[in-house]
């Protein structure tokens, strides 16, 4: 199986093709529904005035996410008291939600992709294009499993967005992913839909 | 004296969202030999069972999205319903601080997270029936927001799929719903359908009917004949586990029949991830036994 070490690079991204298991290793950002409507409304299409650390996590961000990976996912976290956290449960969250966000933001920070489930759509298919960059998918749902693979716990940006919504830095080993877009404008989810279309069509048109 | 029941309850929705029935990982099992040696759809399943184990090994949650915790309570006369409900509230949010659940209570209008499960008096989602006999049951679901965000409900006739207020048109609606969640409400999934009531009963019976095990068809022999057929007509479509393509797009379908306005003619799925947590714990004077 391919192991892929972040932060990577174009050429390894365009090797990238459907259907490719992958394991990642390095350092990762989760974020998910706030942080993609915070990071486009702030920093990208600036209709919202930097407010508190905004800009300081931003600074942050911008070198943490260059070459790197966003993971769609809301984590279960211990030791919140103690800021000793630790991932408890980090399956992918549903990545479809920032289809109105992700090509911007892939392009703005230099993403090499994104990690979710249940794919996206054609605007971030185009975003991967014109990075390049891909999007791995995990299995939904294997929550123990993927916590396993997150090694530490490195620190965590806006954490008043809540416990899911936060922006945690992790360090990852071996984390088990699918190549499900690639860079070159194939996308697995866009040929399973058309394919399943067309099965409904012929139900459809079956009498009772 | 009605007993403080919180300490059974925490132990109930730890066991909710670290132990998958057995009915449901049994059909997961057998679920990894239909998909093809080596395919994504096979490699998926085999992660899940894994992840399976090792949650209830660990007794952490098997999935992050410890969804909205869905309570029914069948309580026998004299139970005060007031007290089981501050239980199982304090119960919630002492599960929170041990990672047996995630923080998921949100307010929708401040975008605040309340950081313990419980928002108003609508969070977690609790309810209650007075039943005969001395047992109180206490059933648990956790629904998680993947699966809860492709669920729909139709209203017949529906031009757009040619479906009329039949089980004809049922069938069809039920068809395209699975075929427009693609893999996203994390396939394998089961299916809830409610046919008939107003939009609130609708969407809550197609919830319940997900409460019986897997397998258990329908008393009306025309509505299991439809559940089988719906299970096996969506398994053609080729989403396969999480979307990998496959021949395992749906575990099992139950169906409600209910009553509708002369009006009306709702048809309310609800699709439920493979992480199909539910449990449920009954209480009968000192004994205290989980399913």
């Known amino acids: 199986m391919k192991e892929i070490t972040l932060p990577v690079s174009d050429e390894t991204i365009r090797a990238l093709v459907v259907g490719e298991p992958v394991l990642l290793s390095g350092i990762m950002i989760t974020g998910r529904d706030a942080a993609h409507k915070w990071m486009i409304d702030t920093f990208i299409r600036k209709t919202r005035a930097p407010q508190g650390d905004d800009e300081q996590v931003y600074a942050e961000l911008k070198k943490l996410l260059n070459g790197a990976l966003i993971y769609h996912c809301g984590p279960v976290v211990s030791g919140l008291d103690t800021k000793q956290y630790k991932f408890v449960a980090a399956g992918p969250t549903t990545s479809i939600r920032e289809e109105p966000y992700q090509a911007e933001v892939m392009k703005h920070f230099n993403l090499k992709g994104v990690i979710g489930k249940g794919g996206m759509g054609p605007k971030t298919l185009k975003g991967c294009q014109e990075t390049p960059a891909v999007y791995f998918h995990a299995i939904g749902g294997a929550a123990s499993y993927i916590a396993q693979s997150v090694k530490k716990v490195l620190g965590v940006y806006k954490l008043e967005f809540g416990v899911p919504e936060a922006m945690w830095v992790i360090e990852v080993k071996n984390f088990p992913v699918v190549v499900t877009m690639d860079s070159h404008g194939n996308s697995q989810h866009k040929a399973i839909n058309d394919n399943s279309q067309t099965v409904l069509n012929d139900l459809l048109a079956q009498p009772y | ?291």
């Not at chain 2, 501050?86 to 929170?96: D, G, S």
């Not at chain 2, 709702?266 to 399913?291: H, I, L, P, Q």
Request: aromatic fraction near 6%.
């Open chain 2, 1 to 291: 004296m009605q007993p403080d029941l919180t300490e059974k309850i925490l132990e109930l929705i730890r066991r909710t969202a670290t132990n998958l029935p057995a009915d449901v990982e049994e059909r997961l099992r057998a679920s990894v030999e239909k998909e093809a040696p080596g395919s994504a759809a096979r490699g998926a399943l085999e992660t899940v069972l894994k992840n399976i184990e090792l949650a209830r090994a660990e007794s952490t949650p098997i999935c992050q999205d410890t969804g909205t915790p869905i309570f029914y309570v069948h309580y026998p006369e004299g139970w005060i319903t007031r007290k089981l409900k501050e239980q199982i509230r304090a119960a919630l949010a002492e599960a929170t601080q041990c990672s047996y659940m995630r923080p998921n209570a949100v307010d929708a209008v401040y975008d605040k997270n309340s950081g313990n499960n419980l928002g108003g008096e609508d969070f977690p989602s609790v309810h209650f029936d007075e039943v005969e006999g001395e047992t109180l049951t206490i059933e648990l679901m956790l629904k998680g927001g993947g699966c809860e965000n492709v669920g729909a409900q139709y209203s017949l006739p529906d031009n757009r799929l040619g479906a009329g207020r039949d089980l004809a048109g049922v069938r069809k609606v039920v068809l395209d719903a699975v075929q427009r969640a693609q893999g996203q409400g994390c396939a394998p999934g089961i299916l809830g359908v409610a046919i008939g009531g107003d939009r609130g009963s609708s969407y809550y019976g197609s919830k319940e009917v997900l409460f019986d095990k897997l397998g258990t068809r329908n008393a009306d022999p025309k509505l299991a004949a439809l559940e089988e057929r719906l299970t096996s007509e969506a398994n053609t479509l080729g989403i396969g586990p999480m979307g990998f393509g496959g021949s395992t797009t749906v575990i099992d379908t139950k169906i409600k029949g209910m009553h509708r306005l002369p009006a009306s003619f709702f048809v309310s799925v609800s699709y439920m991830c493979w992480a199909y947590r539910r449990r449920k714990m009954t209480v009968n004077g000192e004994t205290v036994a989980y399913d």
